[in-house]
């Protein structure tokens, strides 16, 4: 009898247990929301980041040399998007005639290229999926089709015509 009373006392502890730790979340709240910006939990929110300074874009974009003819027009409108409003050093390039992959360069990856921060943004996105953030120095504008691809692509359009200041600067959202 008094091992019943002991078993029964220590469910009873775990089930309050249980409701404790429900009773903390309360109905929506997001508790990885930080000033306005919804970040994965325990990550620390993303600052904003210069395209472009001076008329002179820091990113070149790079593309998969086997791109689709539908997807390489959206990737030119991207292209045109960051030359209207900068005016200078925009490069638009395959990935077979780049120079090679440079982990410290800034550059816009669209699509799945071979690049590690392409393939880790590919590998975290479901079926029929896009996204549009930062890899450490790559904005990385990827799709799980080619419609969500082209998706993406006019996602970033936004943010750039968004982030432009008419002055030759452009600055997006860390997270977008």
Known sequence: MNKKLILLLL??????GLFAACANEAVGEDPTETNGETTD???????DVHIATNKKVHFKIIYPT?????????????????????????VLISEADSKGYNADATEILIGDTSYPESKSVMNSIGYGDWTVRFE??????????RDALRKAITQT????????????????????
């Not at 939990?41 to 600052?47: D, F």
């Not at 750039?160 to 977008?176: C, M, P, W, Y």
């Open 41 to 47: 939990a325990g990550q620390e929110p993303v600052p």
């Open 136 to 145: 450490g120095k790559k904005l990385v504008v990827t799709g799980f089709s």
């Open 66 to 90: 086997d791109t689709a003819e539908d997807v390489k027009e959206s990737i030119q409108s991207l292209y045109e998007a960051l030359v209207n409003r900068s005016n200078n050093g925009v």
């Open 157 to 176: 359009i936004q943010a750039v015509k968004k982030g432009s200041d008419g002055e030759g600067n452009i600055t997006v959202a860390g997270n977008l």
């Open 11 to 16: 469910a009873v502890v775990l089930v309050m």
